[in-house]
């Protein structure tokens, strides 16, 4: 058969459409293919902005010699990663259980009935560093097959029956408690560099779910600690290479512990989460520089991913062309002294070297430097800052642009919603509120069928054919939970329900409370996956456990409470243990320990009770706003003006205080648990 990916909506596989490799997308056909051909099946796994998946293919999958072998001896299939998370999950926890690490490019042999065999991620052309080159990978597997084919069968049964032996155990379904918490907190103080901020060395990734934790628990105990860890991470990361120092925004990660040097992509989930964190910093703080980089986040997401339809795109390569024509990593961004000198002339040059920290012998490669904030004594006039980075902005965006990974993804647009919803509402800006209603209505118009169950993904307006997973329900659940706060529509609240209706029956361990990130009625694969550990975003299981606590505080719903607190019990068994990996799972549970606090502002939306309401640091405390007698949100029923004047209610734990009409005292009210 042809290569199949013409007609994908994957920009993954659309860049492999044009390989001789006659690749297949993951379908039923493509395995019923190799049963008929009698061939095991070669399964490749990457994502668009992975640089080792580039270089792979323009190594092997774009060799004719390559692809002739691959064509005779396998069925080939092509996977998005970003797409088909239930099968990437699947097949890396093969490859990490078999080699002791994984990565992306993946690359797996399976039998016809997709049981795996043999793995590996980047194979090279050529033996290299012990490697074996990928020809002879497939000259092995494909002998092994031919000749021992028995033996081979034992292996993949083998392999499944290890990978069902690892379910997961959840006997504890109580949330976390103090202890649990406190303990948390310890762990994270052991693994923290306290002098570069951070956890962990390098790489080094940035802990936007851990910041919000810390955050939450200095709210809720005021333990100086937390905060000065959440508010020293996010300095440092902001004034480091790994920050966009002219066009805001954060880069995938670190390959240094002192956040120099990144990985040039940027993902809309780092972004979307790392927005919010210094938005949530700011409220907590007051700080500029969280302002800023909330700001400035926030205008990249809607400037540099925003598609024509009003989503948002997934990510930016971390590759672009140089001044040479060569395609490598980091050219749009990077700078040498010369470079400078051409832009903004001789002194000006020099002073922006030492503002920006580049120097002659360069930070990254070939003489070029990251721009990163150093710490120094010498003062910059902010209109000269300003003024420089004009400049260079203006000489950058003359350079190749990185490539755009179009596809919406649910998930990850869930997330960028609530943060350009909150961020807007907290500055003034209702341009971002706006592109956040606007990403909505596309998940409502596209993403959600008849029966409000979503699409995992859509390119250019056209619906992906691949089931939404467990992180799509809840990460766009929270994302109109937070638009119904903050705009008083109760639409969204209506659709948050939909989508959680969705995660409760199909979802749910009806017997444990356990989540499962496939639906009981999805594809069955080799095993069903379930990861409760945040990594890159919120694990399925964590967002699903925040977005059920927080309409279950919005309408009074017991069954989403309970759903919620149940859930948590994986954090009560993996916080103490692994806090850095439950960061999102811990945010949730101090919002369950502070309540959450349940605020009706009755009255004007968007006025000052309600922005007062929206800035409260309380953890997890949700919002309803609308006029009096307005029946579209729950927590507003039954609440008057008083004496013809707006006013705030704010219950706990099925408590309320005397209703309030000022500002400041509702600022008390919200301020922490202290």
């Not at 302002?291 to 990249?300: G, K, M, Q």
């Amino acid at each position: 058969m042809p290569n199949q990916l013409a007609q994908a909506t994957s920009p993954y596989l659309l860049q492999h459409a044009d390989n001789p490799v006659d690749w297949w997308p993951w379908s039923a056909d493509a395995f019923e293919e190799a049963r008929r051909r009698g061939v095991p099946v070669l399964l490749s796994v990457g994502y668009s902005s992975c640089h080792w998946c580039h270089v792979m293919a323009h190594e092997s999958f774009e060799d004719e010699a390559t692809a002739a072998v691959m064509n005779e001896r396998f069925v080939n299939i092509k996977v998005d990663r970003e797409e088909r998370p239930d099968v990437d999950a699947v097949y890396m926890e093969a490859v990490q259980a078999a080699t002791g690490q994984g990565g992306w490019p993946m690359t797996v042999f399976m039998t016809p009935d997709a049981e795996p065999f043999y793995f590996g991620t980047y194979f090279p052309p050529e033996p290299r560093h012990g490697m074996a080159s990928f020809r002879q990978v497939l000259d092995g597997v494909g002998q092994a097959w031919a000749e021992r084919r028995g033996e081979v069968a034992e292996v993949a049964a083998k392999i499944v029956g290890d990978l069902a032996g690892r379910e997961l155990p959840y006997g504890d379904t109580q949330p976390p408690g103090e202890g649990e918490l406190a303990q948390a907190l310890l762990g994270l103080t052991r693994d923290y560099d306290a002098a570069h901020g951070g956890f962990g060395g390098a790489p080094k990734f940035p802990p936007s779910m851990v910041i919000e934790f810390l955050l939450r628990h200095y709210a809720r105990t005021g333990a100086e600690g937390a905060l000065q860890m959440a508010q020293d991470t996010c300095e440092r990361m902001a004034r480091g290479g790994i920050y966009d120092q002219l066009g805001g925004g954060f880069a995938r990660y670190a390959v240094d512990k002192e956040w120099v040097v990144p990985h040039f992509e940027k993902m809309l989930y780092d972004n979307a989460l790392l927005c919010r964190a210094y938005a949530h910093l700011w409220r907590a703080t007051g700080s500029e520089t969280a302002r800023r980089v909330a700001l400035e986040t926030a205008d990249f997401l809607v400037r540099e991913l925003r598609t024509n339809e009003g989503g948002f795109a997934s990510a930016l390569d971390a590759d672009s062309e140089d001044a040479e024509g060569r395609h490598v990593e980091g050219a749009y961004y990077v700078w040498t002294p010369a470079q400078l000198r051409d832009v903004l002339g001789g002194e000006d040059a020099e002073r922006a070297m030492r503002y920006f920290g580049v120097t002659e012998e360069g930070t990254f490669e070939e003489g070029a430097s990251v721009l990163q904030l150093p710490d120094g004594d010498e003062v910059f006039e902010g209109e000269w800052v300003e003024g420089v980075r004009r400049r260079l902005s203006e000489a950058r965006a003359a350079r190749p642009a990185p490539g755009r990974d179009d596809k919406v993804v649910a998930a990850w647009n869930g997330l960028a919603i609530a943060a350009l919803a909150e961020t807007g509402a907290y500055f003034g800006r209702p341009d971002l509120v706006d592109a956040a209603v606007a990403a909505g209505d596309l998940l409502v118009r596209v993403h959600l069928d008849a029966q409000a169950r979503i699409a995992r993904t859509s390119k250019e307006g056209r619906v992906g054919a691949n089931a939404g997973v467990l992180e799509d329900y809840a990460d766009v659940a929270e994302g109109f939970l937070t638009l119904a706060s903050v705009t008083g529509e109760g639409v969204w609240l209506e659709f948050a329900g939909f989508l959680l209706d969705h995660v409760l029956a199909r979802f749910a361990d009806p017997e444990s409370g356990a989540l499962y990130d496939t639906a009981a009625d999805a594809e069955q694969l080799i095993r069903r996956p379930q990861d409760p550990t945040d990594n890159a975003a919120p694990s399925g299981w964590s967002a699903a456990a925040g977005a059920l606590l927080s309409y279950a505080a919005q309408t009074g719903s017991e069954p989403h409470r309970t759903a919620a607190e149940r859930a948590l019990g994986v954090v009560r068994a993996l916080g103490p243990r692994a806090p850095r990996f439950i960061g999102h799972g811990l945010a949730v549970a101090e919002a369950l320990l502070d309540g959450p606090r349940e605020v009706a502002v009755v009255g004007e939306v968007g006025g000052e009770l309600h922005r007062v309401a929206l800035l409260g640091t309380a953890p997890g405390a949700v919002v309803a706003a609308g006029r009096e007698g307005g029946g579209e949100l729950p927590l507003l029923a039954d609440r008057p003006l008083v004496d013809g004047r707006p006013a705030a209610y704010v219950c706990r734990n099925f408590t309320c205080d005397v209703p309030v009409t000022d500002p400041e005292r509702l600022a008390e009210a919200l301020g922490s648990g202290r």
